[in-house]
């Protein structure tokens, strides 16, 4: 079977994959907050320099002489105050201007302008530097919208500051402060205006982009080594380990090493947690199967010895499965019973139950294909795999998935198992459940009775590689009973080869529907029993029974 990519590649691969998009979120936040920040105080400096301006148009009433459309002897000295503001300033333009007709935006006309030293130095007249009044304003100096805002501006006839981002096609980007000019008459007259170049503020800009990128990459680099690191250190270097070893177990068992000389080596993880339970688990399984082995091999030569060898494997088996009642004797959410009874030594069926966190229990029951010994070794792998699985925080669907590409990724003797799972939300008794094969659930509502809850089945595992499961959901209410089984109990089979079915199987959940998990499944073994009146049992026969209490506990029927 070809190999798909291997756990430290993803891992590699989703580390780099999140810290670039972290990097370009970082940018782009960083970016969006300091070109706000920018623009704020360059918005606050236009503000500054526009106050100052605005104070020398006062002061030498500029606004009657916009309003007479006149130049007298205090235009030259209000252009030098204009000049010598400009000079100091880290600005682009500063000038007045105004609307010849205020109803059409695009009568606009200078009135005076402010040029520097540096700008008057260069030897051209000063007819050609600077702009007088009434001159009008070239054709593209401003947009339509600008002018628009400029012209509801005047006609307001408010002194107060405004700002806006303008583009021209003579000018280019420019961050635009205005203000109004108010004649003697407080009439609108004009505007003053000082403009800074924002290409300017674009360059600052993207120097800090680039700043905040080169940063943020050596750090995202940094991080990722760090990561892959301690991923590997503490994630995917076990994981190798275990499977290494698991590996080399199951090699020497292809050869048929001897059983004595058949030692699962120890992977050496010391995490602690799932990992460290996981390891704990899969050398357990193999020490297990070892020791079986060895026991088996003493048994062909002592046939005597045959019934202690299956009582071991009978005792190893029963180990694996919950068998202490009530389970959880603190939590009063829930009422759970389950029993197992191979129909040989050793079988396939098998149930499980566990909290995965304090509000999630996981609830299982499966039946591998065949009996006896290979069925109880597949039994354990498969069971193995599903808890560390759902102790992942996978969902129900999720769990059967994975188990499924285990399973098919070394399944030589295509065996297979069926499998009904359920976690329990139980602080909400919301069941998310998923069935690869398996039977109906039975379900009782509260002060109701039990009938088959014919849930949609995907295939068996182990049946076919790349398969998807899906899930469905139910909703528990307290006094709620949920019965899940193998199909021992509705094979069972008399002496007339007559099956015991799910219809009497139905009956003798409703003897006493009300009655707590464990007496509900003593009344179907009972009911089964008397049925197959002494016939063999052909099968394995195994049973779980959930009764949901709810926060406060309450089962009380009304």
């Known amino acids: 079977m070809k190999k798909g990519m291997s756990i430290k590649t993803k891992v ?25 920040s920018v623009m704020e105080s360059y918005t606050t400096y236009a503000d500054t320099v526009l106050e100052y301006a605005y104070r020398e148009t006062v002061k030498y009433g500029f606004g009657d002489m916009i309003a007479a459309r006149e130049m ?38 200078y009135a005076i302008n402010a040029k520097t030293r540096a700008e008057l130095s260069n030897g051209s007249p000063l007819e050609q530097i600077y702009t007088y009044m009434g001159k009008p304003c070239e054709e593209g100096a401003f947009e339509d919208d600008t002018l628009t805002i400029l012209q509801r501006a005047v006609k307001s006839a408010k002194p107060d500051n405004g700002t806006l981002d303008g583009y021209s096609s003579e000018y280019g980007h420019m961050l635009n402060g205005y203000r109004v000019i108010l004649d003697s008459n407080d009439n609108a007259a004009g505007l003053i205006c000082v403009e800074i170049d924002i290409n300017r503020i674009n360059t600052g800009l993207r120097h800090y982009v680039y700043t905040v990128i080169s940063i943020a990459a050596a750090f ?60 704990d688990n899969v050398k357990s399984l193999a020490d297990g199967v070892s020791a079986y082995m ?102 129900a669907a999720e769990i059967l998935t994975k188990t499924n590409e285990a399973i098919c990724s070394n399944n030589k003797e295509s065996m297979f198992v069926t499998v009904w799972l359920g976690i329990l939300e139980i602080s909400t008794g919301k069941l998310t459940c998923a069935n690869a094969g398996h039977e109906y659930p039975a379900l009782m509502r509260r002060g109701g009775s039990f009938g088959l809850f014919r849930d949609k089945h995907g295939l068996v595992i182990g049946g076919m590689d790349g398969l998807k499961y ?4 139910l909703t528990l209410s307290p006094g709620d009973k949920l019965f899940v089984y193998t199909d021992g109990v509705p094979e069972a089979t008399d002496a007339d080869n007559e099956l015991f079915g799910t219809e009497r199987m139905l009956e003798a959940l409703n003897e006493e529907p009300g009655a707590c998990p464990e007496r509900i499944l003593k009344n179907v073994r009972a009911a089964v029993d008397g049925f197959v009146s002494g016939a063999e049992q052909f099968d394995d026969l195994t049973m779980l029974c959930l009764e949901y209490h709810g926060k406060e506990g309450d089962t009380s029927n009304e």
Do not use: W
């Not at 000295?77 to 609307?99: G, H, M, Q």
């Not at 290494?244 to 080596?265: A, C, G, H, Y």
């Not at 899906?470 to 959901?473: D, P």
């Open 294 to 395: 060895a026991n088996l091999k003493a048994a062909t030569a002592e046939k005597e010895r045959i019934g202690t060898e299956l009582a071991l494997a009978t005792k190893l088996q029963a180990a694996f499965v919950p068998s202490i009642f009530p389970p959880f004797p603190e939590r009063s959410e829930f009422d759970i019973y389950a029993s197992m009874n191979p129909a040989k030594e050793v079988g396939g069926d098998f149930y499980d139950f566990y909290l995965i966190d304090d509000d999630h229990l996981c609830l299982l029951i499966a039946d591998v294909s065949g009996k006896g010994i290979p069925a109880a070794l597949f039994m354990m792998v498969s069971k193995i795999i599903l808890q560390s699985c759902a102790m992942l925080g996978r969902s």
């Open 220 to 279: 995202t680099a940094a991080t990722v080594l760090l990561y892959l690191f301690n991923t590997k250190r503490y994630l995917v270097g076990p994981i190798e380990r275990i499977a290494k070893s698991s590996d080399s177990f199951v090699r020497k068992m292809q050869d048929n090493t001897d059983p004595e000389e058949l030692v699962f080596e120890d992977a050496g993880v010391k995490t602690g947690g799932e990992l460290k339970l996981l390891a």
């Open 12 to 36: 590699a691969i989703t580390s780099i994959v999140f810290m670039v998009v972290l990097t370009a979120v970082i940018a782009l936040v960083g970016y969006t907050l300091y070109r706000n």
């Open 470 to 473: 899906k899930e469905y959901e």
């Open 72 to 109: 007298p002897e205090g235009y030259e000295e209000l252009r030098t105050e204009l000049n010598r503001i400009k000079d100091s300033s880290k600005i682009e333009y500063l000038y007045a201007v105004y609307f010849e007709d205020i109803e059409d935006i695009h009568s606009l006309h």
